[in-house]
């Protein structure tokens, strides 16, 4: 087994703690597109800290998570959802949503009429700097 794959399957090892804790916060919805009923996946927003932590996870349905790792295959009007989550009170959520529709107002003048409307604390701000996407 490589080392890298050694690790990864040590970090998804120590971030499926969290996962009744996730499942609850969530409702057992996706936290960013409210889907209930499908497959969900806890998602690590990067860059992951050295140790896992549960403020830096989110639950996630199989499209969101698609789209956000696979940014060719994204379908701009999916995100229309983010007009909720940009509001979430759950920071790690709030904070990924803001990520995902800064990238999709590159696009979208809808995306970014509502980018316009978001407010973020210094701290907030400091964290969204720090978020890698691919």
């Known amino acids: 087994m490589s080392r890298s794959h050694a690790h990864h399957q040590e970090r998804a090892s120590g971030l499926s703690i969290f ?3 996730l499942v609850r916060r969530s409702g057992a919805h996706c936290e960013l597109c409210d889907a209930h ?3 969900l996946h806890i998602y690590e927003v990067p860059p992951a800290p050295k140790l896992p932590d549960l403020n830096d996870c989110l639950m996630l349905c ?3 998570l698609d789209q956000i790792e696979r940014p060719k295959r994204r ?3 999916h995100w229309r959802c983010l007009n909720h989550a940009i509001w979430s009170d759950v920071p790690v ?3 990924l ?3 995902m529709l800064q990238q999709v107002a590159e696009e ?3 995306a970014l009429a509502l980018f316009e ?3 973020l604390t210094d701290d907030e701000l400091r964290w969204q700097a720090q978020i890698t996407l691919p």
């Open 19 to 21: 996962g009744k804790d």
């Open 37 to 39: 009923r499908v497959a």
């Open 62 to 64: 199989d499209l969101c």
């Open 75 to 77: 379908d701009n009007n």
């Open 93 to 95: 959520v709030k904070m």
């Open 97 to 99: 949503a803001i990520a």
């Open 108 to 110: 979208e003048p809808w």
């Open 117 to 119: 409307q978001v407010y």
